[in-house]
């Protein structure tokens, strides 16, 4: 057989024939997510006149967008969801306790290398980090999953990166990703699967995976994709039973394009309003004062990541003009975090650490920003308005670096206060 | 399809399309109230039934949220012309039966033009100044899903 892409093996796969760049297919979904807007999922599925869904198993809901309800409108749509699930008796409903959605699904041993899944938000590309395919879709088109276990796909061809050199302590994932969409432009991945290869993500955690995964959607990627490797092994160990596969590309298969980047002395990126491709080295923007920084996110809220702002926060206190909001991505992220410590050692240094979810990341409640605030985030996206007032602005970086402006007040990088 | 034409710039996100502040309102009416507001106040107050927006790369770049092609929908919008869509919207816009046409045309139209639109023969007209335009029409099941009013519709036909 011809070389294949990852993207055309887990398409042929889904699909049951040999697929090429371009083709338009029904594939067979493995696994299908929805949160909050499972709400407006069902109200489609309803119109769809199907009299259950097609795989219970298949279906992983939860909420996390606006937890405990922030609204009684929100408060509204849980209790229909709750309801449904009820009704149809789904196995996987972890109601508002878990965390986000793309950190509970791979801690739940849902996600294994090689499946198909989609879900209803766009940071769907996340579980990528396990070697999975999988992508954001929108509500109508999960009732129809629902009803079907079908879904009409176009197969994505495939931008490959080729990551070289070795980071610099303490230049970490995101600043990867935000380098790559800096340089892709925020639809230079558009319709493409991104593929990171190479020295630097080898020697990258799973965590730090996500962020790349999770991320390739703001340069437009269909799903990024990282391979298995022990590292993946080790963290499905404990949380699956199931056996699984790596589904590996072809290196000899045809991309689109290949891109070799050496990262070598990268600095750490920030992101500057109001776009995610308004990326540039933190030194060039160092003193642009702040009034709040977020910690937490799909993107940047584990483990890993609360463990990188400790370090740097360790022992010292943020000025009282910044607030400095924690958000765990997950209840096993909290756990760890408040059994090792690093909680207490947050909160002493100045953090307000809220429960686990979405938080203030898009903007619907613990803590939005007035007209002329600035915010320093761990988050994935610094449109116009996305944390509170039009007026505000939203920057985008790593932990370590959001830990470093919370503490001088301003925008600083984080290899000068470590 | 033909309609007034409202044009936008690159990179219209779906944050400006339907800000995130009014998704907890699962009515998509009161939703349109507030399309493009942080972009265009006067957008969701003037716009007309059947108008059409012209824009350029990378519309609806952002969030999944199908309210963006709703709110648009049910603010009257009859279709949206872009040189270029963020995967999901196009998806979702031609899921829930808002055309999407993906063409170049913003040297074409001004603020305010007639547009005409046949989306079956790929033809864009500028009725008010003369100009034409001709594009790739979508592939036949994707215009049957628009025909039937999204894919609610044409899904149901299934379970019937
Ligand atoms: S943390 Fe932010 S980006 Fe991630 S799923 Fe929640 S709202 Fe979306």
């Known amino acids: 057989m011809a070389a294949m892409t990852f993207a055309q093996k887990v398409l042929s796969k889904a699909s049951g024939k040999e697929v090429h760049p371009g083709d338009v297919v029904s594939a067979n979904i493995d696994l299908a997510m929805s949160h909050e807007n499972a709400a407006l999922v069902l109200r489609s599925f309803k119109e769809i006149g199907a009299k259950e869904v ?14 405990p ?3 009684t409108k929100a408060a509204e ?18 109601d508002l306790r878990e965390g986000i959605c793309h950190q509970v699904l791979p801690e739940k041993g849902h996600v294994l290398p090689g499946m198909l899944i989609v879900g209803t938000d766009s940071h769907t590309t996340t579980y990528g980090a396990l070697g999975a395919f999988s992508t954001g879709i929108g509500a109508t088109e999960m009732a129809a999953v629902w009803a079907t276990g079908e879904l009409w796909m176009k197969v994505p061809s495939t931008f490959r990166f080729n990551l070289t050199g070795k980071l610099e302590d303490p230049v970490a994932a995101k600043d990867v990703i935000l380098h790559l969409i800096g340089e892709m432009g925020a639809d230079g991945c558009d319709y493409r699967c991104a593929e990171f290869i190479g020295p630097v993500v080898d020697a990258m955690s799973v965590s730090g995976r996500m962020t790349m995964c999770n991320m390739s959607m703001e340069m437009g990627a269909k799903a990024g994709v990282t391979f298995p490797d022990e590292r993946t092994r080790d963290y499905l160990k404990g949380r699956t039973s199931r056996q699984w596969e790596p589904l590996l590309s072809d290196m000899d298969a ?3 394009k290949e891109f070799d980047m050496d990262l070598t002395g990268l600095s750490p990126q920030v992101a500057y309003p109001h776009s995610v491709d308004n990326v540039k080295p933190v030194e060039e923007m160092a003193g642009v004062p702040v009034d709040q920084a977020v910690i937490g996110s799909c ?7 609360l463990l990188a702002a400790e370090r740097i926060l360790h022992g010292r206190r943020i000025p009282d003009s910044v607030r400095l909001i924690v958000v765990p991505a997950s209840r096993e992220v909290y756990l760890w975090a408040a059994d090792s410590g690093t909680l207490s050692s947050l909160v002493r240094s100045g953090a307000i650490v809220t429960n686990p979810g979405c938080g ?5 409640h613990q803590g939005l920003l007035a007209p002329g605030e600035r915010c320093i985030a761990t988050t994935n996206r610094n449109f116009r308005g996305r944390m509170g007032s039009p007026e505000s602005e939203v920057y985008l970086a790593s932990p370590a670096t959001v830990a470093a402006s919370a503490l001088k007040g301003q925008i600083a990088d984080p290899r000068e206060v470590l | 399809m033909k309609g007034k034409v409202w044009k936008y710039g690159d990179h219209v996100n779906t944050d400006v399309i339907i800000p995130g502040r009014y998704l907890d309102d699962y009515d998509v009416k009161n939703m349109a109230r507030h399309a493009m507001e942080d972009l265009d106040p006067r957008f969701a107050k003037d716009v007309a039934y059947g108008d059409i927006i012209v824009a350029g790369r990378n519309f609806g770049c952002g969030s999944s949220r199908e309210q963006a092609p709703l709110a648009l929908k049910h603010a009257g919008v009859g279709a949206v012309v872009a040189s270029s869509f963020a995967r999901i919207f196009y998806r979702n816009a031609i899921n829930i039966g808002l055309p999407v046409v993906e063409f170049n045309a913003a040297d074409m139209f001004e603020n305010g033009d007639v547009a005409l639109i046949n989306l079956e023969k790929g033809v864009l007209i500028n009725e008010t100044n003369g100009r034409t335009g001709k594009f790739v029409p979508l592939p036949d099941f994707l215009l049957e899903i628009l025909r039937e009013g999204g894919l609610v519709a044409h899904s149901a036909k299934r379970f019937r």
């Open chain 1, 77 to 94: 749509g849980h209790q229909s969801v709750r309801k449904f699930v009820r009704a149809e008796g789904l196995p996987n409903f972890y």
């Open chain 1, 69 to 71: 309800a922030n609204t």
């Open chain 1, 54 to 67: 097609w795989d219970p198993e298949k279906i992983v809901l939860l909420f996390d967008h606006r937890v």
């Open chain 1, 299 to 305: 993107t940047n809220g584990r483990a890993e990541d």
């Open chain 1, 254 to 256: 045809e991309v689109e």
């Open chain 1, 360 to 364: 203030p990341c898009l903007g619907a």
